[in-house]
C-alpha cells in the first residue's frame, strides 16, 4: 500500500555529539547575555517615554493655556460687544435704561463678590496642587527606601550569600 500524502514519516532525533553541546551551551550564553540586557534596556525605555511625556507636557500645558486666554478674551469682547450694542440701541431710539441704586449697588456687590471668589478659588487649586505636588514627592522618596528594604531582604534570603549587584 502507498502512503497517503498527508503523513510523515516520524523524525529520529541524532544521539547528542559534541558539536550539539557546544552549540547548545552557546545558545544558552547568549541567552544569559541577553536576559542581562533586559533591566538596562528597560530602564532606557522608561527613561525615553517619561522624558517624552514630561516634553508633551509642558507643550499640552501652554495649549491649555493658550485656550483659556482665548476664551477668556473672547468672553470678555463678547460681553462688551453686547454692552456697547445695547448702549447703542437705547441712544438710537431714546430708551432709558435707569435702573434703581439699590439693583446698581447689588450688581457691583455681585461682580467683586465673583471676582473675590475666583481670586480664592485661584489661590486654593494653587496651594492644592502644592500640597499635591510634595506628596508625589515624598511618596517618591519613600518608593526610593522600599527598593533599598526589598534589596536587603532579597539579600537575607540568598542562601548562597553571592550578593547580586
Same mark, same amino acid.
Given at each position: 500500500?502507498?502512503?497517503?500524502?498527508?503523513?510523515?514519516?516520524?523524525?529520529?532525533?541524532?544521539?547528542?555529539?559534541?558539536?550539539?553541546?557546544?552549540? $547548545?551551551?552557546?545558545?544558552?550564553?547568549?541567552? $544569559?547575555?541577553?536576559?542581562?540586557? &533586559?533591566?538596562?534596556?528597560?530602564?532606557?525605555? &522608561? #527613561? #525615553?517615554?517619561?522624558?517624552?511625556?514630561?516634553?508633551?507636557?509642558?507643550?499640552? @500645558?501652554?495649549? +491649555?493655556?493658550? !485656550?483659556? !486666554?482665548?476664551?477668556? @478674551?473672547?468672553?470678555?469682547?463678547?460681553?462688551?460687544?453686547?454692552?456697547?450694542?445695547?448702549?447703542?440701541?437705547?441712544? @438710537?431710539?431714546? +430708551?432709558?435704561?435707569?435702573?434703581?441704586?439699590?439693583?446698581?449697588?447689588?450688581?457691583?456687590?455681585?461682580?467683586?463678590?465673583?471676582?473675590? !471668589?475666583?481670586?480664592?478659588?485661584?489661590?486654593?487649586?494653587?496651594?492644592?496642587?502644592?500640597?499635591?505636588? #510634595?506628596?508625589?514627592?515624598?511618596?517618591?522618596?519613600?518608593?526610593?527606601?522600599? +527598593?533599598?528594604?526589598?534589596?536587603?531582604?532579597?539579600? !537575607?534570603? #540568598?542562601?548562597?550569600?553571592?550578593?547580586?549587584?
Amino acid at each position: 500500500m502507498s502512503k497517503s500524502t498527508q503523513e510523515s514519516e516520524p523524525t529520529t532525533q541524532e544521539p547528542p555529539t559534541e558539536s550539539n553541546q557546544i552549540n $547548545v551551551q552557546e545558545s544558552n550564553q547568549i541567552n $544569559v547575555q541577553e536576559s542581562e540586557h &533586559i533591566p538596562h534596556d528597560y530602564h532606557n525605555n &522608561i #527613561n #525615553n517615554f517619561f522624558d517624552a511625556w514630561e516634553d508633551y507636557l509642558h507643550q499640552y @500645558r501652554q495649549s +491649555v493655556e493658550n !485656550l483659556q !486666554l482665548e476664551w477668556t @478674551r473672547s468672553c470678555k469682547a463678547m460681553f462688551n460687544s453686547t454692552i456697547s450694542t445695547q448702549q447703542e440701541i437705547a441712544k @438710537r431710539y431714546g +430708551v432709558n435704561y435707569s435702573i434703581p441704586e439699590a439693583t446698581h449697588k447689588i450688581i457691583e456687590d455681585s461682580i467683586d463678590s465673583a471676582t473675590k !471668589l475666583t481670586q480664592e478659588q485661584s489661590k486654593t487649586m494653587s496651594d492644592s496642587f502644592a500640597t499635591t505636588r #510634595n506628596n508625589i514627592k515624598a511618596f517618591n522618596e519613600n518608593t526610593k527606601h522600599f +527598593v533599598k528594604m526589598g534589596h536587603s531582604i532579597t539579600d !537575607l534570603c #540568598n542562601p548562597s550569600g553571592y550578593k547580586n549587584q
